[in-house]
């Protein structure tokens, strides 16, 4: 079956530019998570939507980062202003809601390059 | 949550088994162990999960000792396809539905011929 889907999978753009990051979850995950990989590091996260709502989004680094989910399905990171620290491959996962363990599934992730 | 150490590399043979050992001091009653596997240019993906004692899958074999302050990672007769970054993560089962995932920064496995 179809799993996670991101794009673009690559987007290279300049400082100050605003950009936008789409997920694709796996058909009727509820659960819907952004996290940040900087090179040689594990993931960080960034964000979590149950449904339409950001139920954490603690780990938003800052006001320029925000991300939408209207429908419940597909999600959109948008990034303002972009800096050069914002670099980084931007992965999204989703899980059942419900659904024991921490088994999340993620997808290929965006690559995102501030120049 | 509690911190987690591994070691930052391994190296292997095709056909031998790798254990990673993960530290967790501090693991808390309600923590769970989870470890990720993630190849380059993919996103992380699930291997097993384990609260105590023993845990195997199709994949790999989870050992966690009485005191729950370690565990290993035993994946059996490797292949090259195997390299990859190992992450432990330490955290409680997912309440309200959800639970945002810790990761350090893995161990990494290279598999030679």
């Known amino acids: 079956g179809a799993g996670v889907s991101q794009t673009p999978s690559n987007k290279v753009t300049e400082k100050g530019k605003y950009v936008e990051l789409r997920c694709d979850p796996i058909?009727?995950?509820?659960?819907l998570y952004w996290y940040r990989q900087s090179l040689g590091q594990g993931p960080e996260f960034l964000i979590y939507?149950?449904?339409?709502?950001?139920?954490?989004d603690s780990g938003l680094p800052n006001d320029r980062f925000f991300a939408v989910r209207p429908e419940g399905s597909v999600s959109t990171l948008k990034i303002q202003r972009t800096e050069r620290g914002d670099s980084a491959v931007y992965l999204c996962?989703?899980?059942?809601?419900?659904?024991?363990?921490?088994?999340?599934?993620f997808g290929p992730g965006t690559r995102l390059t501030v120049l | 949550l509690a911190k987690t150490t591994q070691p930052i590399s391994m190296d292997s043979y095709e056909g031998q088994e790798v254990n990673i050992t993960c530290s967790h001091n501090?693991?808390?009653?309600?923590?769970?162990i989870t470890w990720y596997q993630q190849f380059p240019s993919q996103g992380p993906r699930f291997i097993i999960q384990?609260?105590?004692t023993k845990v195997t899958n199709e994949v790999a074999s989870l050992f966690i000792p009485a005191d729950r302050k370690s565990s290993t990672l035993s994946l059996p007769r490797v292949s090259l396809s195997d390299t990859a970054v190992y992450y432990c993560?330490?955290?409680?089962?997912?309440?309200?539905?959800?639970?945002?995932?810790?990761f350090g920064a893995g161990t990494r496995l290279a598999v030679h011929p």
């Open positions: 939507f149950q449904g339409t709502g950001a139920a954490d």
């Open positions: 996962a989703s899980s059942l809601i419900g659904r024991s363990g921490n088994e999340q599934f």
């Open positions: 501090n693991i808390a009653t309600n923590d769970y």
């Open positions: 993560l330490v955290s409680p089962a997912p309440t309200g539905g959800y639970n945002k995932l810790i």
């Open positions: 058909s009727g995950h509820t659960a």
């Open positions: 384990g609260y105590k």
